[in-house]
């Protein structure tokens, strides 16, 4: 079967553990694009995080906040926000829950392109000043004024069981990420797989001819669907079980590494 897209994870899959880029990598994705493959990144990371990698990787999709955008080149082709009300009735969730001591809500952040809403400030000085050196706007808030539009996600540190905590929020999917306090809350069609569907649609692309590479829980759904998903060496249980392949881990290049192997008769790049 011929691969005409890859879709890759950044952050423990793509990247190694220090967050960077190997050269050897860069010379693999490199070498796709050169014989007419499609590369897409396709990430948990908001915006902002991506302009470190935008010049270098230089993909030809960008699919971030877990899949509630996605863009080729300049072009919007899908977008899952939460709506303002399904956003607010999660915050009171939370809120409610941490005050009633059932769970342990120790941060909420609010985001959309341009601005971020948090009421953990003190706590993440760097992160902010990260943020604000990208230009983006950063907003202290004791979210006890209700948000006034969409946005992409909210993400929470939860400490305890998060039970029913879904119950009364219709059309909106919680993933638990792999660091086991970091929870993410966003429209249920904000994912990967939705998102790469529009992709490939708008590209004349089937996903059956995709390559896809993930690590966490928010992957599963890519790389079970497309034609080849690949769990790197680092993944956790729950990925490696629906891959098709496993490579090596993201700081021995696995990605890359697979690449040479199966998209490079002989394993040319190697």
């Known amino acids: 079967m011929a691969i005409k897209m890859i879709v890759y994870d950044l952050d423990g899959t793509?990247?190694?553990?220090?967050?960077?880029?190997?050269?050897?990598?860069?010379?693999?994705?490199?070498?796709?694009?050169?014989v007419g493959i499609k590369l897409a990144v396709a990430t948990a990371q908001p915006m902002y995080?991506?302009?470190?990698?935008a010049d270098i990787l230089n993909p030809d999709?960008?699919?971030?906040?877990?899949?509630?955008?996605?863009?080729?080149?300049?072009?919007?082709?899908?977008?899952?926000?939460?709506d303002v009300d399904s956003a607010n009735a999660?915050?009171?969730?939370?809120?409610?829950?941490?005050?009633?001591?059932?769970?342990?809500?120790?941060?909420?952040?609010?985001?959309?392109?341009?601005?971020?809403?948090?009421?953990?400030?003190?706590?993440?000085?760097?992160w902010v000043a990260d943020l604000r050196h990208v230009g983006y706007k950063v907003v202290e808030t004791d979210?006890?004024?209700?948000?006034?539009?969409?946005?992409?996600?909210?993400?929470?540190?939860?400490?305890?069981?998060?039970?029913?905590?879904?119950?009364?929020?219709p059309n909106v999917g919680i993933i638990r990420y792999r660091d086991d306090t970091l929870v993410r809350f966003a429209h249920v069609d904000a994912t990967k797989w939705q998102a790469?569907?529009?992709c490939t649609a708008h590209l004349g692309i089937a996903t059956s001819e995709?390559?896809?590479?993930?690590?966490?829980?928010?992957?599963?759904e890519m790389l079970k669907n497309c034609g080849i998903g690949v769990a790197v060496a680092n993944a956790i249980p729950e990925v490696k079980a629906v891959a098709d392949f496993v490579c090596e881990?993201?700081?021995?290049?696995?990605?890359?590494?697979?690449?040479?192997?199966?998209?490079?008769?002989?394993?040319?790049?190697d």
Request: charged share 25%.
């Open 210 to 220: 995709i390559a896809a590479f993930g690590d966490d829980l928010i992957d599963v």
């Open 61 to 82: 999709v960008i699919i971030y906040n877990g899949g509630a955008i996605a863009k080729i080149g300049r072009e919007m082709v899908y977008s899952a926000d939460l």
């Open 143 to 169: 979210f006890s004024m209700a948000l006034t539009h969409n946005v992409h996600k909210i993400s929470a540190r939860i400490d305890g069981s998060l039970g029913d905590l879904g119950k009364n929020l």
């Open 90 to 126: 999660i915050i009171k969730t939370l809120l409610d829950r941490g005050d009633a001591s059932s769970i342990s809500v120790t941060s909420i952040l609010a985001e959309d392109d341009g601005t971020y809403y948090t009421n953990c400030i003190a706590a993440n000085d760097f």
């Open 14 to 34: 793509l990247l190694r553990s220090d967050s960077t880029v190997s050269d050897y990598t860069l010379e693999i994705l490199e070498e796709c694009r050169k």
């Open 196 to 198: 790469i569907q529009a």
């Open 49 to 53: 995080s991506l302009f470190r990698f």
């Open 249 to 269: 881990s993201n700081d021995e290049d696995g990605v890359a590494r697979w690449l040479a192997t199966h998209v490079f008769e002989g394993g040319a790049f």
